[in-house]
C-alpha cells in the first residue's frame, strides 16, 4: 500500500537483502539532485551485454551523490557509449567542459575472443575517459575483483554519515539502483524442505538479475574508484586520471572475460 498508494518508498523481502545499511528515507534524495558544474563527474560502468552505468558527483563536503543510472539490453560497449552513455554525459552533465572520470569492472581490461580491443580502450578511443576500478587500493597486495569487497566498499559508505546527513545519497530518479537496494538485490534462498527462517541459507554470492545486479555492480566500481584510487573527487580541480604504478598489477590480476562486441 505504501509503495502503490503513498508513494513511498519500501524495502520488499526477497531473499536476503544485501545491503541491511541502506534506509530509503535516509539514503534517497527528497526531491532531485542538482548537477554542480563546478566539480568533476565519476562513474561507474558494467560490461557485458548489458551495459549499464551509475553517473555520481562528490559533494564539497564529502557526500558521494549519485544522480543517474543507465542500464540497457543486448548492446555491445560501443553502440552503448554513442547511443546512451555519451549523450546522457553531454545533455546533462556538461561533457565537454566538465572532467569525468569512469571506472569500470576490471574484467573490461581484457581482450575479447572477437578481437584484441577490450572494452576499456573501446570507451577512451571513443572519447570517455575510464580506468579499471580498484577494488583495493592501487599497488596493494592480493588484488581482485572480488564480489565481497565491492559490496563491503558500499556497505562502509552506507554506514557512514557527514554530520547528520548520509555519506551517500541516491537521486529518487534511479529507480532501479533503488529497487534493488529495498530488496531486488539479493542474496537467494536456498531450498532446504522444512528449514525454518532462523535455519535458512543463502548463496554466497547475489542474484543475478538483469538490471538490477548490473546497475548494482556499476554502483560498486564507482564508490571503489572514489575510495581507492587516492583521488579527491571533491576538489574542483582534481587532476586527470593518468594509469598508477600499481595498475599493471591490478589489470593482470582482475578475472574474467568481458564481452565487447
Same mark, same amino acid.
Given at each position: 500500500?505504501?509503495?502503490?498508494?503513498?508513494?513511498?518508498?519500501?524495502?520488499?523481502?526477497?531473499?536476503?537483502?544485501?545491503?541491511?545499511?541502506?534506509?530509503?528515507?535516509f539514503?534517497?534524495?527528497?526531491?532531485?539532485?542538482?548537477?554542480?558544474?563546478?566539480?568533476?563527474?565519476?562513474?561507474?560502468?558494467?560490461?557485458?551485454?548489458?551495459?549499464?552505468?551509475v553517473i555520481?558527483?562528490?559533494?564539497?563536503?564529502?557526500?558521494?551523490?549519485?544522480?543517474?543510472?543507465?542500464?540497457?539490453?543486448?548492446?555491445?560497449?560501443?553502440?552503448?557509449?554513442?547511443?546512451?552513455?555519451?549523450?546522457?554525459?553531454?545533455?546533462?552533465?556538461?561533457?565537454?567542459?566538465v572532467?569525468?572520470f569512469?571506472?569500470?569492472?576490471?574484467?573490461g581490461?581484457?581482450?575479447?575472443?572477437?578481437?584484441?580491443?577490450?572494452?576499456?580502450?573501446? %570507451?577512451?578511443?571513443? /572519447?570517455?575517459?575510464?580506468?579499471? !576500478?580498484?577494488? =583495493?587500493?592501487?599497488?596493494?597486495? *592480493?588484488?581482485?575483483? +572480488?564480489?565481497?569487497?565491492?559490496?563491503?566498499?558500499?556497505?562502509?559508505?552506507?554506514?557512514?554519515?557527514?554530520?547528520?546527513?548520509?555519506?551517500?545519497?541516491?537521486?529518487?530518479?534511479?529507480k532501479?539502483?533503488?529497487?534493488?537496494?529495498?530488496?531486488?538485490?539479493?542474496?537467494?534462498? %536456498?531450498?532446504?524442505? /522444512?528449514?525454518?527462517?532462523?535455519? !535458512?541459507?543463502? =548463496?554466497?554470492?547475489?542474484?543475478? *538479475?538483469?538490471?538490477? +545486479?548490473?546497475?548494482?555492480?556499476?554502483?560498486?566500481?564507482?564508490?571503489?574508484?572514489v575510495?581507492?584510487?587516492?583521488?579527491?573527487?571533491?576538489?574542483?580541480?582534481?587532476t586527470?586520471?593518468?594509469?598508477?604504478p600499481?595498475?599493471?598489477?591490478?589489470?593482470?590480476?582482475?578475472?574474467? %572475460?568481458?564481452?565487447?562486441?
Open positions: 500500500i505504501d509503495r502503490f498508494i503513498l508513494n513511498k518508498w519500501v524495502t520488499k523481502k526477497a531473499g536476503r537483502p544485501v545491503y541491511p545499511e541502506w534506509s530509503p528515507d539514503h534517497v534524495a527528497k526531491k532531485p539532485l542538482e548537477f554542480a558544474q563546478n566539480l568533476p563527474v565519476i562513474f561507474g560502468q558494467d560490461f557485458g551485454r548489458t551495459p549499464c552505468t555520481g558527483q562528490m559533494g564539497l563536503d564529502g557526500q558521494i551523490r549519485i544522480l543517474r543510472e543507465i542500464t540497457s539490453d543486448n548492446m555491445g560497449i560501443a553502440d552503448f557509449v554513442t547511443q546512451k552513455l555519451r549523450p546522457t554525459l553531454v545533455n546533462e552533465f556538461d561533457f565537454y567542459r572532467k569525468t569512469g571506472f569500470g569492472d576490471p574484467a581490461a581484457d581482450p575479447t575472443q572477437v578481437d584484441d580491443i577490450t572494452c576499456i580502450e573501446t %570507451m577512451n578511443r571513443l /572519447g570517455v575517459n575510464i580506468v579499471p !576500478a580498484p577494488v =583495493t587500493p592501487y599497488g596493494q597486495r *592480493g588484488y581482485h575483483n +572480488s564480489s565481497v569487497t565491492r559490496i563491503n566498499n558500499v556497505s562502509e559508505v552506507l554506514n557512514r554519515r557527514i554530520g547528520s546527513a548520509p555519506a551517500i545519497i541516491v537521486d529518487p530518479s534511479c532501479v539502483l533503488i529497487g534493488g537496494f529495498n530488496g531486488d538485490y539479493h542474496y537467494r534462498r %536456498m531450498r532446504l524442505d /522444512g528449514a525454518s527462517e532462523e535455519d !535458512a541459507k543463502y =548463496t554466497d554470492e547475489p542474484d543475478k *538479475g538483469h538490471p538490477v +545486479s548490473d546497475v548494482h555492480d556499476a554502483l560498486q566500481y564507482l564508490v571503489c574508484g575510495k581507492n584510487s587516492g583521488m579527491d573527487f571533491s576538489n574542483p580541480y582534481v586527470d586520471l593518468s594509469i598508477d600499481g595498475m599493471d598489477e591490478a589489470i593482470a590480476a582482475a578475472s574474467g %572475460m568481458s564481452m565487447c562486441f
